[in-house]
């Protein structure tokens, strides 16, 4: 089963090339919604074996400490990790991640009508988000930070009085409607609320893997190289640091030169393989 076919209009295209900007895909209205629906979080708030990895509330950002609640009148519900415990985003994000290459995570949010569960925010991860019931309004704003890791949440860079009046001024709104998709890629700014109907959407997160992540492989490779595991000199605190990063330098240069191409790839893309599958 391809998931992608059913998220995205040109799978070939997609699987080529990351769009840079955000795309709106108008899908069959019946896919998310058999993957997961309004009785779906029902059941899950009353079935604790059938708990998301976190559940919760939330209300233009703040958590709100109501019962959970799956027609709460004016918070959002948040069913955080349902890849690992609800059978059919399972397999869904699963298949989904084998054709990406890139691990892939599943929520989902369960807005009322006139409300907003979060405000501007941006992700460090490219976003698919598949409406399943209901109309969401989105407001989408270019990247604060290009790429952003996980240095760069937005939760820990935050925005200047500047940029959040810029956002809510010019960022582009886009009007999500059951069937649709809406991809976002990492580190643009997002927002949605509702208006009179209320909202279902099932978030696929994918978790890219970067050059930084190729770059920690293989700085772990590189513990197998004699001169990067050697001691730094004592009497550190008066040494010049800029000798010892030229130091280092060098050494790992003749790391990387000497470097097996094909057995180091061999390795990574093993190592690639079960990050995905999860069990990495």
Request: aromatic content about 8%; hydrophobic content about 45%.
């Amino acid at each position: 089963m391809s998931v992608i076919t059913r998220l995205v209009d040109d799978p070939q295209a997609f699987l080529t090339r990351w769009p840079t900007e955000p795309v709106v895909y108008q899908r069959d209205a019946t896919y998310p919604a058999d993957l997961f629906d309004s009785d779906d979080a029902r059941r899950i708030v009353a079935d604790p074996t059938l708990r998301s990895i976190e559940l919760g509330h939330v209300r233009e950002g703040a958590l709100v400490p109501d019962a959970p609640n799956a027609d709460h009148p004016t918070a959002t519900l948040v069913l955080n990790g349902l890849h690992v415990t609800w059978a059919p985003l399972r397999d869904a994000s699963k298949h989904l991640a084998a054709e990406l290459g890139h691990p892939v995570t599943a929520n989902v949010y369960l807005t009322p009508p006139n409300s907003m569960g979060y405000g501007p925010h941006w992700d460090t991860h490219h976003v698919l988000l598949a409406q399943s019931e209901g109309e969401k309004t989105w407001r989408l704003a270019p990247p604060i930070i290009e790429d952003p890791l996980d240095v760069h949440r937005w939760t820990k860079v935050g925005f200047t009085a500047e940029q959040r009046a810029d956002i809510e001024a010019n960022a582009v709104t886009v009007t999500l409607k059951a069937g649709q998709v809406l991809f976002i890629p990492r580190g643009w700014v997002h927002f949605g609320h509702t208006t009179v109907q209320r909202s279902l959407h099932i978030t696929f997160g994918i978790q890219l893997l970067t050059r930084h992540w190729l770059l920690a492989q293989l700085l772990d490779q590189a513990a197998e190289h004699l001169p990067l595991r050697a001691a730094l000199p004592p009497g550190l605190s008066g040494y010049p640091a800029d000798a010892l990063v030229a130091d280092t330098r060098a050494a790992l240069w003749t790391f990387l030169d000497q470097l097996d191409l094909i057995a180091s790839g061999g390795a990574i893309q093993g190592k690639q393989q079960c990050t995905v599958l999860g069990i990495a």
